[in-house]
C-alpha cells in the first residue's frame, strides 16, 4: 500500500511568487493534515480536514495560504505570495477516523529566496 | 495553550552509551506519540502511551510516561549509529480532534 505522497520534495521561489504543494493521503484516509517546520523549531499544526471539510484550520498563519481538498481525494496548499518566514518543511498526515494513527508524507522543502 | 518541551536539543553520544529524551507538556493530555525522523524521510511512528505508568520498548529504545509529572522519557540503552536520526515527542489532545502538538526535537547524532 502506497503511503502519503509529497510533491514536490523541494522548491525554491522568490519573495513574491506563488507556489502549490500538493498531498496524496493513504487511499481512504478520510482525515488529512498538513503542518510545517520552520527554521528547525517544532512541526506546528496548519490545518485539518475530514474529506473534503476544514475541520480545523485555526493554524493556518495568514491568508497567503489557501489549502483545498477538492473531492476528498489529494489536497493542495498554496502560498501567494510567498514570504522569506514562509520557509520550512510543510508535512502532510492521513488517518482513518476517529482519528486513528498519524501517517506522515515526506515533506516538501520550501525555500524562498 | 498546551506546550510540549524537549530536551536536550541536540545530543552526541558514543556507542555503548545509554541517554534518556526528556519531554515536558503543560496541559493534561490524552495520548503522547515519539516519532523519528531521518533528514529527507517522513516521520515514523515509534510509541505511542495512553495511559500514567505506560512503558513501551523497542529494541534498544524505551518509553514511558508520567501523566502526573506530565513529563515522557525515551530511554536509548547501548546506542549505535543507526539510532543517528531526530527524536520528536508529541501530545495529543482529542478534544482538538487529534491535533499534534510537538517538541522541537532531539537530534541525536551516535558516534562510533
Known amino acids: 500500500e502506497a503511503g502519503v505522497t509529497q510533491f514536490p520534495s523541494h522548491s525554491v521561489i522568490e519573495k513574491g511568487q506563488t507556489v502549490t504543494l500538493r498531498c496524496d493521503p493513504i487511499s481512504g484516509h478520510d482525515n488529512l493534515y498538513w503542518y510545517r517546520r520552520v527554521m528547525g523549531k517544532e512541526i506546528k499544526f496548519l490545518l485539518h480536514?475530514?474529506?473534503?471539510?476544514?475541520?480545523?484550520e485555526s493554524g493556518m498563519p495568514n491568508n497567503r495560504f489557501l489549502a483545498e481538498r477538492t473531492g476528498g481525494t489529494y489536497s493542495t496548499l498554496k502560498v501567494q505570495p510567498a514570504e522569506l518566514e514562509d520557509s520550512g518543511v510543510y508535512f502532510c498526515?492521513?488517518?482513518?477516523?476517529?482519528?486513528?494513527?498519524?501517517?506522515f508524507g515526506e515533506g516538501s522543502r520550501l525555500t524562498v529566496l | 495553550e498546551l506546550k510540549v518541551e524537549q530536551n536536550p536539543l541536540f545530543l552526541s553520544m558514543q556507542e555503548g552509551k545509554n541517554y534518556t529524551i526528556y519531554c515536558n507538556y503543560s496541559t493534561t493530555s490524552d495520548r503522547l506519540y515519539w516519532y523519528r525522523q531521518d533528514p529527507g524521510k517522513s516521520l515514523e511512528s515509534l510509541f505511542v502511551?495512553?495511559?500514567?505508568?505506560a512503558v513501551k520498548q523497542e529494541g534498544r529504545l524505551m518509553a514511558s510516561l508520567d501523566t502526573k509529572a506530565r513529563l515522557s522519557t525515551l530511554h536509548i540503552t547501548a546506542a549505535v549509529h543507526d539510532l543517528s536520526a531526530t527524536y520528536f515527542c508529541?501530545?495529543?489532545?482529542?478534544?482538538?480532534?487529534?491535533?499534534?502538538?510537538f517538541g522541537e526535537g532531539t537530534q541525536l547524532t551516535v558516534n562510533p
Open positions: 508529541a501530545v495529543d489532545m482529542r478534544t482538538s480532534g487529534s491535533r499534534l502538538t
Open positions: 498526515a492521513s488517518s482513518h477516523p476517529p482519528p486513528g494513527e498519524l501517517f
Open positions: 480536514f475530514v474529506k473534503e471539510s476544514k475541520q480545523d
Open positions: 502511551l495512553l495511559s500514567n505508568g
